[in-house]
């Protein structure tokens, strides 16, 4: 059965042009997805709704077999920006989604402990998000998504302000933590590389639609001379003959 479900979704901006259209897809538990496209190609959009932040004018969307109608407390939620607390510590950044309710336990210090050394983190608990670079900085905002221990994580586009080395330890990170922890995510990004080395599936999003669904033929656990291989190229000269319109 599928985990999450967006079922015959449609949007539309204040009731004017159709932004998402009549969209389907299915992602199963522990898998991770891609949703890949040009820029204003509806797939931010898509990730909101189907993340409960926007509810769509016609169709639903399932997680878990209950519909969504609100963000859960069970996903994870990673954007661009990192969009840290700059007067707080970069362990007080990770617990702020539970200390915005309550006082965070012991245990609960003790798992943002443990995801900020799984982050490459555990020296600077104590920094302030100002002392950090990019790379860091989203670091704090992934170990911040998981200190709930959701299910599912929306990620959009959250490597897109750094630099390619930063950019692929952190790919690897993910990973990982994914699937260490049986983690269902949907991935927004414009990058065709980035999408098919992180991916089980990579959607392409063309004019507020689903235009093509790409299965990675990659082993499931990636490594870093995956990305030079001949089946990598061809899985990326495939979705970018669809992104320009061509066959595959």
Known sequence: MSFLVIDGVTYSYE????????????????????????????????????????QPDQGAVFLQGEKVFKPSPEVGFVFQAPTLLEWKTVIDNVLLPISLKRKPTIEECERASSILKIMKLDDYHTHYPTELSGGQQSRVAIARALIKNPSMLFLDEPFAALDAMTREELQDDLLTLCQNHMITVLFITHDISEAVYLSDHVAVMIDGQIAYDLKVTLPKTRKGENRYSSTFNALCLTVRNVMNGGMT
């Open 15 to 54: 009731n004017k042009k159709q932004i998402i259209k009549d969209t389907t897809w299915k992602i199963k538990e522990g898998e991770f997805h891609s949703l890949l496209g040009r820029s204003g190609c509806g797939k931010t959009t898509l990730l909101k709704i189907a993340s409960g932040l926007l």
